[in-house]
């Protein structure tokens, strides 16, 4: 894509759904991978630093006395991943990462938006309290070891995924497009009916990503969640205009 094309996409203020006709084929996501790559490679240790800062921040507020220290980790994610994307943003722009862009009020339906941050938090606990018992996930959650099976701890952290694909997109329309978080909310669920396909694959790869994190002490996150990201600002550029 030529970069005017993506200057156009990344800074204009309204923001376009573009293929609300037509459903994209499942292999449209190898696209959006390949892209996400070729993305990533223009600074891929800056990208892994800032993902490791972010999880760092992210495991240090968790870590403060419960349930503030939870609730407020759970709260800035979304405030987190929306620095990545707008670093992802100006990478793809101008070739470089930093954190430029965005109004005050823009940045203030990030922050209401963030609120989300706590409750699909909720949701994900009362999966894994079903799959293993509350005290595991309150243990868990306060960063005590417990003996449970790798793969219900995976499992309880990708249990989201399906919400995470439905608002995919709204960081990115929110600070990139400044919309409305209404709006915002209503062009990715539309995206995701639209090209469901592809979004699918990209969220089976996301899945993959977080159900590896406790096979991986988290790497899995660390290394391969800025590469997704930047597949998924791929998709968000051919998606939107």
């Known amino acids: 894509m030529k970069k005017d094309n993506v200057m156009t996409t990344v800074t204009s203020t309204r923001a376009t759904y573009q293929q609300a006709n037509k459903t994209l084929p499942a292999n449209e996501a190898f696209t959006w991978l390949k892209e996400g790559w070729q993305l ?10 800032l993902s490791f800062l972010m999880l760092l921040t992210a495991g240090l507020i968790q870590a403060l006395a419960a349930p503030i220290g939870i609730g407020v980790s ?17 990478l793809a722009v101008k070739g ?8 005050m009020r823009s ?18 606990f ?23 099976p790798a793969w219900k701890v995976g499992l309880m952290l990708g249990s989201v995924t399906p919400i995470s694909l439905l608002f995919l997109f709204v960081p990115l329309l ?3 497009k ?6 915002a909310l209503k062009n990715s669920a539309t995206a995701l009916v639209s090209a469901y396909k592809p979004l699918l694959v990209i969220g089976a790869v996301i899945f993959l990503t977080v159900f590896l994190a406790p096979y991986t002490l988290a790497l899995s996150g ?9 597949a998924c600002f791929a998709a968000y550029q051919r998606l939107f205009r």
């Open 40 to 49: 990533f490679k223009k600074a891929p240790f800056k990208l892994l630093g």
């Open 74 to 90: 759970k709260w800035m994610s979304p405030l987190l991943t929306t620095l990545m994307w707008l670093a992802i943003a100006n």
């Open 96 to 103: 470089k990462v930093s954190f430029s862009g965005g109004t």
């Open 107 to 124: 940045w203030a339906n990030v922050a209401l938006w963030s609120l989300s941050g706590p409750i699909i938090a909720w949701i994900q």
């Open 126 to 148: 009362q999966i894994g309290a079903m799959l293993m018992g509350s005290e595991s996930v309150t243990a868990l959650v306060n960063g005590t070891m417990v003996d449970v």
């Open 174 to 176: 929110l600070i990139l």
């Open 178 to 183: 400044q919309s409305s978080i209404v709006e």
């Open 222 to 230: 660390l290394v391969f969640g800025p590469i997704v990201s930047c």
